[in-house]
């Protein structure tokens, strides 16, 4: 009778499962839909340029919808901006193909978590809720957004379906005496970064791109591809299935220090 009991709790719990996952992917449509007005392009523009627009990275629109995060590497490919160097920009969505440009400038970047958050002018735009990531375990099931290869897909959004394969800690580089810093003292203090490692292949491109519920939309990570990647495997060029993820809790701390 014990096990016949047994069996019949494991093809509830897996009816359960298979129900609950059922409903996540029919779900994931909608919500694709409605966040896709607040991915952003961030690159460059320079009327002499050609092309004008350099694409850099994948954003993210947050907050009063004036504000978007983005990778600390993406801004610094953007290299010298002003008089002596392009603008730096972010391209919003305004309907099906089209674009609309935005100036931006950054409010700060934060190297030891490779995040940027920057400020946009113009009107504000659709804004994605960012959550705490602290409820996120191992074996959720999320998705990501972005625009690999760059302009290679002409600019269309690209989303991925993740699975949260591990949950760990990441010790960057210790600066030497020279590159030391008030932030990097800060960072060695505060220990190893927190990472959600996810079973997905993700490119240059989707760097900065929002790591989302498939449910709700709210943003539980960053998607980086150059400061975890080249830490922890040998080769970008070679998509080993494997990406990482920025953890939104530091995207939170990062938004508190701009209200």
């Avoid at 129900?19 to 460059?44: H, Y």
């Avoid at 994605?128 to 290679?152: K, T, Y």
């Avoid at 292949?201 to 900065?208: D, L, V």
């Amino acid at each position: 009778m014990n096990h016949k009991r047994w069996w019949m709790r494991w093809a509830l719990v897996f009816l359960v499962h298979v129900a609950w996952s059922s409903n996540t992917l029919a779900q994931l449509p909608d919500t694709i839909e409605r966040i896709k007005p607040a991915v952003v392009l961030v690159g460059t523009y320079r009327a002499t340029d050609t092309p004008r627009f350099r694409y850099v990275g994948t954003g993210f629109v947050v907050g009063d919808g004036l504000r978007v995060v983005t990778n600390a590497h993406v801004t610094a490919a953007v290299g010298t901006v002003g008089p002596d160097g392009p603008a730096l920009v972010v391209q919003l969505r305004a309907g099906a193909g089209a674009w609309t440009m935005r100036q931006a400038r950054v409010l700060e970047t934060v190297p030891e978590h490779d995040l940027a958050l920057l400020q946009i002018d113009g009107p504000a735009s659709a804004a994605l809720n960012v959550m705490a990531s602290e409820p996120v375990r191992e074996g959720d099931e999320l998705a990501f957004m972005g625009f690999p290869i760059g302009g290679v897909l002409g600019f269309s959004s690209v989303t991925h379906r993740a699975t949260v394969s591990s949950i760990t800690t990441m010790a960057l580089p210790s600066p030497t005496g020279q590159q030391l810093s008030e932030r990097a003292i800060r960072s060695l203090r505060a220990g190893p970064l927190q990472v959600f490692q996810l079973d997905a292949t993700a490119y240059p491109g989707n760097s900065g791109g929002p790591l989302f519920d498939p449910r709700s939309g709210a943003v539980l990570g960053v998607i980086n591809m150059v400061l975890i990647k080249s830490t922890r495997e040998s080769a970008m060029s070679q998509p080993s299935g494997i990406s990482y993820a920025i953890p939104s809790r530091y995207v939170l701390e990062l938004m508190a220090r701009h209200r």
